[in-house]
């Protein structure tokens, strides 16, 4: 490598000439006298390259923040974080979620509240992934869009504050300890005041025995054991309550073959029982929708005795929607009343995620339309049970479990039924 070659490389980089020079008297210097070896100058030249080189990089550089455009921010650019139907958390139509039992400033004037409990079972299990199943049910129903033409109202936006307080962690392995448990869950949200500033349930407190208005809860069950500690809890507020049980079975029998202990006797079937010896309902109380097997007619009777008159499947093609709308609202009259609805009550070919499935149940759209007729009642509570997800296609069955909770809450809302609406386009009512 030449000399020559050497300085005219180091010309080709800026600011590099006084360099060159510097290395060409150097060398000058060394012919004279000096031994500058061939391996001197190329460490020499790679030093230089290096150090001009650096010191261009550097030259080019300036602060980050003086010229660098910030990138603009999703807040900025789209808006809030909204959830679509398919993502967010899991809470009851994407309403507020809080864990409501161990948040003791949580306040609501109604609670959806998930019992997952399914111990009680005698047939087929998983009722305990109910409130789950429900919940993912009503991913596409939202505060923002409640608003139903058959109810003409956006429970939601009627002044009550509704909230979802998350599932009772119930114990999976004793019964004694899970009953209690979801006693004492209910009672404590069931105790809370009332967040509206105003009486939001006037009859409320007319009704409680201490005169004071008390939120009103969903219960997401779980199987339909879950009512006898909802049913304890009730009644030290209300006193005895009138039940309308939407079911295929009576679930009034005194208990199962092989009963030998006091806690056996509790289970899914036979609640109701166990309900009256503790002075829980009232003499008032109905079934609708009723289509299981019995031992006989002794069944029947034992079912008055307990307190209930009922309706089966078959007298909707009999006597039609009105006329069972009538026979449950005389029946309950104007007592204290609970609704409790099995998912069962619906015929397993439009719901079939249930325990104990029985052919020939009514449709999802007439038990909607027979708790529309049923709205003014004085309903202190209402529950959805026997959603056992793991028997369910296509979710079918929990997104008819959420649609009928949205109408639980257009009930409590309700003074009196719906009644139809003249709106542009719609088949006026006397043409029907």
């Known amino acids: 490598m030449s000399f020559d070659f050497i300085c005219r490389t180091l010309s080709h980089f800026p600011d590099k000439n006084s360099l060159a020079s510097q290395i060409s008297s150097q060398h000058r210097s060394s012919s004279q006298g000096t031994n500058v070896t061939r391996m001197t100058l190329k460490r020499l030249l790679q030093f230089a390259i290096s150090a001009v080189s650096v010191k261009a990089v550097f030259a080019h550089q300036v602060p980050l923040g003086d010229t660098i455009e910030q990138p603009e921010t999703w807040l900025s650019k789209y808006g809030p974080q909204i959830d679509q139907p398919f993502s967010g958390p899991l809470a009851f139509s994407h ?53 139903s033409l058959a109810w003409g109202n956006n429970p939601y936006e009627q002044g009550s504050k509704i909230i979802d307080c998350g599932d009772v962690p119930v114990i999976p392995f004793d019964n004694v300890l899970a009953m209690d448990q979801m006693e004492v869950a209910y009672s404590t949200l069931l105790n809370r005041p009332i967040a509206s500033s105003q009486s939001v349930w006037a009859k409320g407190a007319q009704l409680a025995k201490d005169g004071r208005e008390r939120p009103r809860i969903v219960s997401l069950g779980g199987d339909h054991t879950i009512v006898l500690p909802i049913l304890r809890a009730l009644n030290k507020v209300y006193g005895p309550v009138s039940v309308i049980h939407f079911d295929a079975h009576l679930d009034t029998w005194n208990g199962y073959p092989g009963t030998v202990t006091e806690q056996s006797r509790v289970t899914h079937g036979t609640f109701f029982y166990v309900a009256n010896e503790e002075g829980l309902v009232s003499n008032s109380s109905i079934h609708a929708g009723i289509r299981c097997k019995l031992v006989g007619l002794g069944d029947i009777e034992n079912d008055e005795s307990v307190g209930f008159h009922f309706i089966t499947s078959d007298d909707i093609d009999d006597h039609g929607v009105p006329a069972i709308i009538k026979r449950i609202r005389e029946r309950v009259g104007d007592t204290p009343v609970y609704l409790s609805l099995d998912i069962d009550v619906i ?9 104990t499935p029985e052919a020939g149940g009514w449709t999802s759209r007439e038990v909607k339309r027979i708790i ?19 028997y369910d296609h296509a979710e079918i069955t929990g997104t008819a479990a959420a649609d009928l909770v949205h109408d639980f809450l257009s009930m409590f809302m309700s ?11 719609s088949w006026p009512r006397d043409e029907l």
């Open 372 to 390: 529309r007729g049923l709205a003014g009642l004085n309903f202190v509570g209402a529950d959805i049970v026997e959603v056992a997800p793991v």
């Open 415 to 425: 003074q009196l039924p719906p009644t139809p609406h003249a709106l542009p386009g």
């Open 347 to 355: 015929d397993p070919g439009l719901a079939p995620a249930t325990g």
């Open 95 to 147: 309403m507020t979620y809080s864990r409501c039992l161990e948040d003791e400033s949580a306040q609501f004037d109604i609670a959806v509240l998930g019992m997952p409990f399914d111990t009680g079972t005698s047939y087929r299990p998983g009722a305990r992934f109910g409130p789950y199943a429900i919940r993912s049910g009503s991913r596409r129903q939202r505060e923002a869009r409640g608003y």
